[in-house]
Protein backbone atom coordinates (compact mmCIF):
# COMPACT_ATOMS: atom_id res chain seq x y z
CA UNK A 1 0.00 0.00 0.00
CA UNK A 2 2.98 2.58 1.08
CA UNK A 3 4.64 1.57 -2.35
CA UNK A 4 1.40 2.83 -4.04
CA UNK A 5 2.71 6.68 -3.38
CA UNK A 6 1.10 7.85 -6.02
CA UNK A 7 -2.16 6.35 -6.89
CA UNK A 8 -5.00 8.66 -5.95
CA UNK A 9 -7.77 6.35 -6.19
CA UNK A 10 -6.17 4.60 -3.40
CA UNK A 11 -5.53 7.54 -0.97
CA UNK A 12 -9.61 8.31 -1.85
CA UNK A 13 -10.36 4.51 -0.55
CA UNK A 14 -8.21 5.26 2.73
CA UNK A 15 -10.11 8.76 3.04
CA UNK A 16 -13.49 7.37 2.51
CA UNK A 17 -12.89 4.55 5.64
CA UNK A 18 -11.27 7.18 7.60
CA UNK A 19 -14.52 9.56 7.30
CA UNK A 20 -16.72 7.18 7.92
CA UNK A 21 -15.13 6.04 11.34
CA UNK A 22 -13.88 9.62 12.04
CA UNK A 23 -14.40 11.31 15.28
CA UNK A 24 -14.93 10.19 18.93
CA UNK A 25 -18.66 9.34 19.15
CA UNK A 26 -19.25 6.71 16.01
CA UNK A 27 -16.98 3.66 16.63
CA UNK A 28 -18.58 3.81 20.25
CA UNK A 29 -22.13 3.88 19.10
CA UNK A 30 -21.11 1.21 16.72
CA UNK A 31 -20.00 -0.96 19.77
CA UNK A 32 -22.85 -0.58 21.67
CA UNK A 33 -24.90 -1.48 18.68
CA UNK A 34 -22.76 -4.48 17.83
CA UNK A 35 -24.25 -6.28 21.54
CA UNK A 36 -27.76 -6.08 19.69
CA UNK A 37 -30.40 -3.74 18.35
CA UNK A 38 -31.30 -0.85 20.47
CA UNK A 39 -33.04 2.44 21.21
CA UNK A 40 -32.15 5.81 21.28
CA UNK A 41 -32.48 6.26 25.21
CA UNK A 42 -30.59 2.94 25.64
CA UNK A 43 -27.55 4.22 23.03
CA UNK A 44 -27.85 7.52 25.38
CA UNK A 45 -27.34 5.87 28.18
CA UNK A 46 -23.97 3.21 26.81
CA UNK A 47 -21.93 6.29 25.34
CA UNK A 48 -20.34 7.90 28.25
CA UNK A 49 -20.67 11.75 27.74
CA UNK A 50 -22.68 12.26 24.57
CA UNK A 51 -25.40 14.59 24.50
CA UNK A 52 -28.99 13.99 22.92
CA UNK A 53 -28.36 16.35 19.76
CA UNK A 54 -24.44 14.98 18.89
CA UNK A 55 -26.38 11.27 19.34
CA UNK A 56 -29.11 12.20 16.63
CA UNK A 57 -26.65 13.63 14.51
CA UNK A 58 -23.89 10.64 14.59
CA UNK A 59 -26.97 8.05 14.05
CA UNK A 60 -28.14 10.14 11.37
CA UNK A 61 -24.28 10.41 9.61
CA UNK A 62 -24.17 6.02 10.79
CA UNK A 63 -27.34 5.47 8.60
CA UNK A 64 -26.28 7.84 5.10
CA UNK A 65 -23.08 5.63 5.25
CA UNK A 66 -25.26 2.59 5.49
CA UNK A 67 -23.35 1.25 9.03
CA UNK A 68 -26.79 1.18 11.20
CA UNK A 69 -30.03 0.67 9.93
CA UNK A 70 -33.21 2.77 11.49
CA UNK A 71 -36.51 0.53 12.27
CA UNK A 72 -39.85 1.80 13.28
CA UNK A 73 -41.38 -0.92 14.81
CA UNK A 74 -45.00 -1.27 14.64
CA UNK A 75 -45.78 -0.90 18.36
CA UNK A 76 -47.71 1.57 20.56
CA UNK A 77 -46.68 3.98 21.15
CA UNK A 78 -44.45 3.16 18.29
CA UNK A 79 -40.67 2.56 19.10
CA UNK A 80 -37.39 3.39 16.58
CA UNK A 81 -34.59 0.97 16.98
CA UNK A 82 -31.53 1.43 15.78
CA UNK A 83 -29.17 -2.25 14.44
CA UNK A 84 -26.20 -2.27 13.10
CA UNK A 85 -25.98 -3.68 9.28
CA UNK A 86 -23.92 -6.10 7.40
CA UNK A 87 -22.02 -3.41 6.13
CA UNK A 88 -21.17 -2.15 9.51
CA UNK A 89 -20.47 -5.40 10.81
CA UNK A 90 -17.60 -5.35 7.50
CA UNK A 91 -15.55 -2.93 9.66
CA UNK A 92 -14.38 -5.82 12.03
CA UNK A 93 -11.43 -6.55 10.02
CA UNK A 94 -10.35 -2.92 9.62
CA UNK A 95 -10.96 -2.28 13.74
CA UNK A 96 -8.84 -5.11 14.29
CA UNK A 97 -5.60 -3.68 12.10
CA UNK A 98 -6.39 -0.46 13.97
CA UNK A 99 -6.28 -2.51 17.53
CA UNK A 100 -2.83 -4.21 16.77
CA UNK A 101 -1.81 -1.35 15.55
CA UNK A 102 -2.56 0.82 17.83
CA UNK A 103 -0.99 -1.35 20.46
CA UNK A 104 2.22 -1.45 18.97
CA UNK A 105 2.32 2.32 18.33
CA UNK A 106 1.61 2.76 22.36
CA UNK A 107 4.66 0.64 22.87
CA UNK A 108 6.94 2.16 20.63
CA UNK A 109 5.97 5.96 21.37
CA UNK A 110 5.69 5.54 24.57
CA UNK A 111 7.17 2.02 26.00
CA UNK A 112 4.79 1.04 27.30
CA UNK B 1 -13.81 -6.23 17.77
CA UNK B 2 -17.04 -4.65 17.15
CA UNK B 3 -17.86 -8.09 19.84
CA UNK B 4 -15.33 -6.53 22.34
CA UNK B 5 -18.21 -3.86 22.96
CA UNK B 6 -17.32 -2.58 26.46
CA UNK B 7 -13.52 -2.64 26.38
CA UNK B 8 -12.12 0.55 27.02
CA UNK B 9 -8.65 -0.42 26.30
CA UNK B 10 -9.20 -1.75 22.60
CA UNK B 11 -10.95 1.34 22.03
CA UNK B 12 -7.77 3.49 23.26
CA UNK B 13 -5.66 1.58 20.94
CA UNK B 14 -7.90 2.58 18.07
CA UNK B 15 -7.78 6.02 18.58
CA UNK B 16 -4.24 6.04 19.00
CA UNK B 17 -4.12 4.98 15.61
CA UNK B 18 -6.54 6.74 14.14
CA UNK B 19 -4.77 10.07 15.42
CA UNK B 20 -1.26 9.24 14.43
CA UNK B 21 -3.06 8.98 10.66
CA UNK B 22 -5.93 11.84 11.04
CA UNK B 23 -6.20 14.78 8.72
CA UNK B 24 -5.63 15.24 5.16
CA UNK B 25 -1.50 15.55 5.34
CA UNK B 26 -0.07 12.46 6.97
CA UNK B 27 -0.83 9.57 5.06
CA UNK B 28 0.25 12.12 1.96
CA UNK B 29 3.72 12.69 3.16
CA UNK B 30 4.63 8.77 4.13
CA UNK B 31 3.63 7.89 1.01
CA UNK B 32 5.79 10.63 -0.69
CA UNK B 33 8.35 9.20 2.01
CA UNK B 34 7.68 5.44 1.14
CA UNK B 35 9.15 5.65 -2.38
CA UNK B 36 12.79 6.74 -0.59
CA UNK B 37 14.22 9.23 2.19
CA UNK B 38 13.63 13.27 0.98
CA UNK B 39 14.17 16.89 1.84
CA UNK B 40 11.85 19.23 2.67
CA UNK B 41 11.26 20.83 -0.54
CA UNK B 42 10.91 17.84 -2.56
CA UNK B 43 8.21 16.55 0.11
CA UNK B 44 6.42 19.98 -0.40
CA UNK B 45 6.63 19.40 -4.23
CA UNK B 46 5.51 16.22 -3.97
CA UNK B 47 2.42 16.57 -1.34
CA UNK B 48 0.52 19.21 -3.55
CA UNK B 49 -1.40 22.32 -1.95
CA UNK B 50 0.46 21.68 1.17
CA UNK B 51 2.33 25.12 3.35
CA UNK B 52 5.47 25.03 4.29
CA UNK B 53 3.83 25.50 8.05
CA UNK B 54 1.84 23.12 7.59
CA UNK B 55 4.31 20.57 6.16
CA UNK B 56 6.62 21.26 9.29
CA UNK B 57 3.71 21.32 11.51
CA UNK B 58 3.31 17.77 10.41
CA UNK B 59 6.81 16.02 10.03
CA UNK B 60 7.34 17.04 13.34
CA UNK B 61 4.52 15.48 14.66
CA UNK B 62 5.29 12.34 12.38
CA UNK B 63 8.98 12.41 13.80
CA UNK B 64 7.35 12.98 17.58
CA UNK B 65 4.89 9.29 16.65
CA UNK B 66 8.35 7.54 15.52
CA UNK B 67 6.93 7.21 11.97
CA UNK B 68 9.03 9.68 10.34
CA UNK B 69 13.04 9.96 11.09
CA UNK B 70 15.32 13.60 10.90
CA UNK B 71 18.75 13.08 9.83
CA UNK B 72 21.27 15.70 9.44
CA UNK B 73 23.65 15.25 6.64
CA UNK B 74 26.98 15.77 7.18
CA UNK B 75 27.11 17.66 4.55
CA UNK B 76 28.41 21.59 3.37
CA UNK B 77 26.17 23.35 3.82
CA UNK B 78 23.99 20.64 6.13
CA UNK B 79 20.91 19.15 4.91
CA UNK B 80 17.96 17.30 6.06
CA UNK B 81 16.20 14.28 5.27
CA UNK B 82 13.11 12.65 6.27
CA UNK B 83 13.13 8.97 6.34
CA UNK B 84 9.97 6.95 6.81
CA UNK B 85 10.68 4.43 9.76
CA UNK B 86 10.08 0.60 10.60
CA UNK B 87 7.29 1.76 12.60
CA UNK B 88 6.11 4.09 9.86
CA UNK B 89 5.93 1.11 7.06
CA UNK B 90 4.53 -0.94 9.55
CA UNK B 91 1.05 0.86 8.88
CA UNK B 92 0.99 -0.92 5.73
CA UNK B 93 -1.42 -3.83 6.79
CA UNK B 94 -3.30 -1.23 8.43
CA UNK B 95 -3.85 1.12 5.35
CA UNK B 96 -4.03 -2.12 3.53
CA UNK B 97 -7.62 -2.95 5.21
CA UNK B 98 -8.71 0.69 5.35
CA UNK B 99 -8.23 0.71 1.31
CA UNK B 100 -9.70 -2.24 0.70
CA UNK B 101 -12.90 -1.30 3.23
CA UNK B 102 -13.17 2.01 1.56
CA UNK B 103 -13.41 0.65 -2.25
CA UNK B 104 -16.39 -1.82 -0.52
CA UNK B 105 -17.61 1.02 1.39
CA UNK B 106 -17.91 3.74 -1.96
CA UNK B 107 -19.56 0.64 -3.91
CA UNK B 108 -22.28 -0.09 -1.26
CA UNK B 109 -23.18 4.16 -0.45
CA UNK B 110 -22.90 5.24 -3.59
CA UNK B 111 -23.52 2.17 -5.90
CA UNK B 112 -20.06 2.51 -8.06
Known sequence: MLSNAGCPKTML???DALDAV???WKLLILFALAEKPKRFSQIAKEVHGITDKTLSKELKS???N???RRTV???F???IEYAITPHGLSLEKVLDELHFWGLAHRK???GK
Open 66 to 68: KLI
Open 13 to 15: SIK
Open 22 to 24: EGR
Open 73 to 75: LDT
Open 62 to 64: LEV
Open 108 to 110: EVI
Open 77 to 79: PST
